[in-house]
C-alpha cells in the first residue's frame, strides 16, 4: 500500500516552496500541477498553481487538507459525507444552505449527486488525518464549513478537468538570471535574517550576507558586493532597478524613471515603507504610477514568477521591502539623494561605485549582460504602467508646454 503524503511535508512547502523531505504518494498532486519535482535531486516544490489555491482559503492547514483531498480515495470518503449533508439540508428544506453549498463546491457539485448512493456520516477510515487537519473527524458537523472550501478550492482542477501537470524546472543558478528568472519559478518574501532553508529551485527570500561557501576569498571588495547582489534574488530584482534608471536617463531623449521618497517616509530614508515609482514620458510628463512594492508585483507578472506568500502578505509587499533597502543602502548599492528626479525630490539611484562595478569583468558578464531578462522586464512593465495610468486618467494635453491636466481642469482653477 503506497503511503498517503503527509501533512507536515505539505505544511514546510507551503512556508518554503521547497522540501526534500517529502514522505508518500503524491503523483495526483503532480498531475493537477499544484506541485512539480525534480528527479535528479527527488526535491518537490510549489508550483503557481498551488499559490493560487492557497490564496483561495483562510489557513495554511486548510491549504493543505485541500491538497491531500485531490488523492483519490481520500476525496471519495469527504465527497460522501458532502451529500449526506447535502441531503440533510435537503430533507429540512433549507433552499439557502443547500445554494451556499453548491455554489462553495462548484463544479464539484455534479461529482457530490453521484455520490448520493453512498451518502453517509459515519467516521471514515481517515479520522486521525482529519482530526489534525480539521481538529475533528470529517463527518463531525463543525468541519462542515471547512470540508466545502477544501473541496471547492480544488474542484475546478478535479472534477473540473483543469489540472495540468507542470513542466520541470531548471535549478536556479545566481550566475544564470535568464534560467533563475523563467516563467513557473516562485519567489519567496524577502527575509534579511540569517535563518536559511536550503532551495535549490526556488528563489529565495534570504538577504543575508553572503555565507563562506558562497564567498570567494579572491574576491575584491567590488567583487563581494556584486556577488552578494547577484547571489540573493531580491538585492538583484532592485539592484537592477536603478540600474534601468541610470541607463534610462543616460538616453536623454526618452524619459526617465524614478523611485521617490513617500512624503509621509522623510524622517526614514535609510528603511521606507513606501517608495513612488515615477516614469516621465519622452515627452516630458512625470506620471506617479504607484509604490515600489506594487511595480515589484507587475515586473514578476510579466517574468510569469509568482510571490510564495498569502494575499494579505502580496498587499503589505512594500512594508517587507523597507529592510532590503536598507541593506542596499548599507551595502552601497542604491544611493539616497535629496534631488533623485527632474522634479528635484529625494530618492533613490544607484550608487557610483557599483555603477562602474557593473561594467567591470565580473558584473558585465553576469550583471550588466547577463541580467538582461530582468532589464528589459523592468523596463518595458514601466513604459507600460504609465501607458495605463495615462489611459485611466482621461488627460489631455493643454497649452504651449507637455503639461497633462485632468479632463476639465482648465475650467475647474487647477
Not at 25 to 37: E, K
Not at 242 to 257: N, P
Not at 278 to 303: F, K, P, S
Not at 353 to 370: A, H, L
Request: proline content about 4%; some cysteine; aromatic content about 6%.
Amino acid at each position: 500500500m503506497i503511503e498517503r503524503v503527509s501533512s507536515p511535508s505539505l505544511s514546510h512547502l507551503l512556508r518554503h516552496g521547497e522540501t526534500s523531505r517529502y514522505v508518500g504518494d503524491y503523483s495526483a498532486q503532480l498531475q493537477l500541477g499544484l506541485l512539480t519535482h525534480d528527479e535528479a535531486t527527488g526535491r518537490i516544490f510549489a508550483t503557481t498553481q498551488l499559490i493560487l489555491t492557497a490564496a483561495e482559503l483562510p489557513s495554511e492547514t486548510e491549504t493543505v487538507a485541500a491538497v491531500m483531498s485531490c488523492d483519490p480515495a481520500l476525496r471519495q470518503s469527504w465527497l460522501d459525507i458532502v451529500a449526506a449533508r447535502l441531503q440533510e439540508a435537503g430533507k429540512r428544506r433549507d433552499t439557502g444552505e443547500l445554494a451556499s453549498a453548491i455554489d462553495q463546491l462548484g463544479v464539484a457539485s455534479d461529482r457530490v449527486l453521484k455520490s448520493l448512493a453512498n451518502a453517509n456520516l459515519e467516521g471514515t477510515s481517515h479520522q486521525e488525518l482529519e482530526t489534525e487537519l480539521f481538529g475533528a473527524a470529517a463527518h463531525q458537523a463543525v468541519v462542515w464549513p471547512k470540508l466545502l472550501r477544501v473541496i471547492g478550492a480544488t474542484a475546478d482542477l478535479v472534477e473540473g478537468g483543469l489540472g495540468q501537470s507542470a513542466g520541470p524546472l531548471p535549478p536556479v543558478d545566481p550566475l544564470d538570471s535568464q534560467q533563475s528568472w523563467c516563467s513557473g519559478r516562485v519567489l519567496q518574501l524577502p527575509r534579511v535574517d540569517t535563518d536559511d532553508v536550503d532551495v535549490r529551485f526556488v528563489l529565495s527570500g534570504n538577504c543575508a550576507s553572503l555565507s563562506e561557501s558562497e564567498s570567494r576569498r579572491d574576491d575584491t571588495t567590488s567583487q563581494a558586493v556584486m556577488r552578494w547582489v547577484l547571489y540573493r534574488p531580491w538585492a538583484m530584482l532592485l539592484a537592477q532597478l536603478v540600474f534601468v534608471q541610470e541607463a534610462w536617463s543616460a538616453e536623454q531623449i526618452s524619459g526617465q524613471l524614478a523611485l521617490e521618497l513617500a512624503d509621509d517616509q522623510m524622517a526614514n530614508p535609510y528603511q521606507p515603507h513606501r517608495v513612488d515609482i515615477v516614469v516621465t514620458t519622452a515627452d516630458g510628463d512625470e506620471i506617479v504610477c504607484g509604490t515600489l512594492g506594487e511595480l515589484v508585483r507587475r515586473v514578476l507578472a510579466r517574468l510569469g514568477v509568482t510571490l510564495l506568500a498569502r494575499p494579505e502578505a502580496v498587499e503589505r509587499l512594500d512594508d517587507s521591502l523597507a529592510p532590503v533597502i536598507h541593506l542596499l543602502l548599507e551595502k552601497k548599492v542604491w544611493r539616497f539623494d535629496l534631488r533623485s528626479s527632474g522634479s528635484g525630490r529625494a530618492g533613490y539611484v544607484i550608487d557610483d561605485d557599483f555603477s562602474t562595478s557593473c561594467y567591470r569583468t565580473f558584473g558585465s558578464k553576469y550583471f550588466y549582460r547577463g541580467g538582461g531578462v530582468l532589464t528589459r522586464a523592468i523596463r518595458m512593465t514601466c513604459e507600460q504602467w504609465a501607458r495605463e495610468k495615462l489611459s485611466e486618467s482621461g488627460r489631455i494635453r493643454v497649452g504651449p508646454h507637455p503639461n497633462w491636466l485632468p479632463v476639465g481642469a482648465e475650467t475647474q482653477g487647477y
